[in-house]
């Protein structure tokens, strides 16, 4: 047992990124978020019910919350956009819940009006990439992808 638990353990560090809020702590036996509930198991943070007494941590999303330190940003604007800013905005959100839904670590962080743009900041850089090509397939426009520090951090500009 023990022999298999250190095994996993060194597994996981090999992994391990150079992103500080990419697991920095990786209980072998599972942890759930205080913060959101979501429980890690060998590295992979879901939404399953934990096994066991779960020792309690703080996920990567809830730390980047806290910290208000955003992995990605989405800026969407345009006149079609603030013409028809609500059903846009209802697809975002209906994007999101489903991209949370499948990976707790991808989520809108917030969302705020700024003039006639909207800026929407998230957890992780897979969302806003998703939430940018989920609008161009919907309602075309101009899509821009900027990945940075190594895509660590991603700007995305959706404009119609
Ligand atoms: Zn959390």
């Known amino acids: 047992m023990a022999k ?31 913060g959101c509930s979501a429980v890690v198991q060998s590295g992979r943070w879901t939404w399953n019910q934990p096994e066991g007494e779960g020792v309690t941590t703080m996920c990567p999303a809830c730390r980047r919350v806290e910290d208000g330190y955003p992995a990605g940003y989405l800026v969407l604007e345009g006149p079609f956009f603030g013409d028809n800013r609500r059903e846009i905005m209802n697809l975002v959100r209906n ?61 995305v500009n959706w404009s119609r």
Request: glycine share 8%.
């Open 95 to 155: 994007v999101a819940q489903a991209e949370k839904n499948l990976h707790p670590m991808e989520r809108v962080m917030a969302i705020r009006k700024s003039g006639e743009a909207t800026l929407i900041t998230t957890t992780g850089i897979h969302i806003a990439r998703r939430l940018g090509e989920s609008l161009r397939r919907s309602y075309r426009g101009d899509l821009q992808v900027n990945y940075e520090e190594g895509e660590k951090n991603v700007r």
């Open 4 to 34: 298999w638990k250190s095994g996993r353990v060194d597994r996981m560090r090999v992994k391990e990124s150079k992103d500080p809020y990419r697991l920095a702590e990786k209980p072998p036996g599972g942890a759930i978020c205080k």
